[in-house]
């Protein structure tokens, strides 16, 4: 029997025999650990809870000695299926392991449990090798309905991963609903047109169309518990003071100049930020965040930080006041102080500040997590620093990039990432000493959707780069084989094939060097 479990587990034994799961079989658990995990498997079956252990072929079993966070057990034979856990993660990881034992139709939507399933003997021991695995979407270049957004979800859940970083704010678009500021949904929430072709073409042209949308905080709340049900944090973005303009079209008062601006209809980096010099700037973003902590639980609050053109700054009376009041050097200490100045709020509602590793540059505040994309090298200094890391370096974990040669592929914004090279990552890097590595805390794929205008085309640049993603963040090293991974991923591909998943096909014919 062909077995496909991705991410790859820590220590599987088979036994070449199976044990055939029916229908009327009744499942056993006392742990309230297991709910989740049992809901999420009563999402495709409907087996009926067991008065007690022995009535049960599918049993669940708190192990308290278990002390890994997602760590489980799943042991299939004869008497049937015995699942154990210490926490609700490690019980609802072995149920998405159980289900890829199963043959590939209960992945279909459409899945009636009515006929009879042969899952293999095994034993397994699995857990994950970092803390946090995550993806990222970016729902303002392009808005994503909620149904995507949910789906997006279940594809993370389904690979094992536990954080997704919800990319809220943009240049281009604002997509939460802050009861305090209505016009951010008003108006900035929607675009008079987009750029067509790339960013770069000369001359340029727009499409005149409207584009837009917003989530209400009911809507948030819903995809929060969504994605709690299915062990999944959810970490919210709000871009500072970069990557702003559309909050300022709405609210121009809180920008250096007097200038109107609009919702930005092209990509890229653009000038007007949020003015660090005035005061109301600040009580508008804590306003916001403080919206912000009280619908998302995450501990991380996930703050942008990057690409904050320093142009206006220099010019504006109130920002070079600023400096001089604070004793700043220059503008990246006044971005050092606009972060920290937002680390202290948070912490002060009992959050963690992460930023694009941008925060590292005038000094670093005090609690900061690095989430570093320009290379590894802003990760490494803040590791050293004994900060907290989460590594997502565009040369390997940028899925907006190429995934085979830019002629064959749909139009993208740059770069080279074929599956195999997002395979060949190690978060830790090797320049980094041993007593450093417990700041490494995972890995993450970004989604940038400036050329991904609908869900279909996300799950093109998604599938199966996700994949390999799951098993850098999940699988020890010694276990990683490229060549055995791609075989699994056939078996992948035939359940995503079912899901109707828009998986790209570029892995056949990617050359890992290519361009
Ligand atoms: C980024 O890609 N600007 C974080
Ligand atoms: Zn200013």
């Given at each position: 029997m062909k077995i496909s479990v991705i991410p790859k587990p820590v220590m599987m034994e088979t036994e070449n025999n199976v044990f055939t799961i029916t229908k009327e079989m009744k499942l056993n658990y006392?742990?309230?650990d297991a709910v989740k995990a049992v809901n999420y498997l009563n999402s495709k079956f409907h087996f009926v809870r067991a008065k007690d252990k022995s009535g049960a072929k599918i049993n669940f079993l708190a192990d308290k000695k278990i002390e890994r966070e997602g760590e489980y057990n799943l042991q299939i034979g004869s008497d049937g299926i015995e699942i154990s856990a210490n926490d609700e993660s490690g019980f609802f990881y072995a149920v998405q392991t159980l289900l890829q034992l199963m043959p590939v139709e209960v992945f279909d939507p459409k899945f009636k449990a009515e006929k009879k399933y042969d899952v293999p003997f095994v034993k397994i021991n699995d857990y994950p090798r970092f803390e946090y695995r995550g993806m990222h979407l970016d729902v303002c270049r392009h808005f994503m309905p909620v149904e995507f957004v949910k789906k997006y979800i279940d594809y993370l859940a389904m690979h094992k991963m536990n954080k997704f970083h919800w990319h809220l704010t943009e240049d281009q678009g604002w997509r939460i609903e802050i009861k305090k500021y209505p016009k951010l949904t008003q108006i900035s929430a929607f675009r008079d047109g987009t750029v067509i072709g790339h960013s770069r073409d000369e001359p340029k042209k727009y499409d005149n169309i409207k584009h837009g949308g917003f989530y209400t905080q009911e809507q948030i709340k819903d995809v929060i518990k969504y994605a709690e049900e299915r062990c999944i944090t959810i970490i919210p973005e709000i871009e500072l003071p970069g990557h702003s303009v559309a909050a300022l079209a709405a609210y121009p008062q809180f920008a250096c100049t007097d200038g109107s601006f609009e919702v930005e209809k092209n990509w890229g980096v653009f000038d007007d930020v949020y003015c660090a010099g005035k005061e109301g700037t600040f009580t508008f973003l804590t306003d916001i965040l403080t919206e912000v902590i009280e619908l998302f639980p995450s501990k991380y609050i996930h703050i942008g930080g990057d690409e904050c053109p320093k142009t206006q700054w220099k010019v504006c009376p109130d920002c070079q006041a600023k400096i001089?009041?604070?004793?700043?050097?220059?503008?990246?200490?006044?971005?050092?102080?606009?972060?920290?100045?937002?680390?202290?709020f948070l912490i002060s509602k009992n959050r963690q500040l992460i930023g694009w590793d941008e925060i590292l540059e005038g000094g670093l505040a005090p609690e900061a997590t690095v989430m570093s994309w320009r290379g590894t090298k802003g990760g490494i200094a803040a590791a050293n620093d004994n900060h907290n890391v989460i590594m997502t370096p565009t040369s390997h974990c940028y899925f907006d990039y190429y995934q085979d040669e830019k002629s064959k592929e749909p139009l993208a914004i740059g770069g080279y990432l074929p599956l195999e090279k997002v395979y060949s990552y190690d978060p830790l890097p090797s320049e980094l000493p041993k007593e450093k590595h417990k700041y490494i805390l995972g890995a993450q794929g970004n989604v940038w959707t400036e050329y991904m205008k609908t869900p279909e085309h996300v799950e093109y640049m998604v599938f199966p780069r996700i994949d390999a993603m799951s098993e850098v963040t999940w699988t020890p090293v010694k276990n990683k084989n490229y060549e055995e991974f791609k075989?699994?991923?056939?078996?992948?591909?035939?359940?995503?094939?079912?899901?109707?998943?828009?998986y790209s096909k570029s892995h056949y014919t990617a050359k890992l060097k290519g361009k």
């Open positions: 006392i742990s309230e001089k009041k604070e004793k700043l050097k220059d503008e990246h200490e006044l971005q050092s102080y606009f972060i920290k100045r937002i680390e202290k075989t699994r991923l056939e078996t992948q591909l035939e359940r995503y094939k079912l899901m109707g998943i828009n």
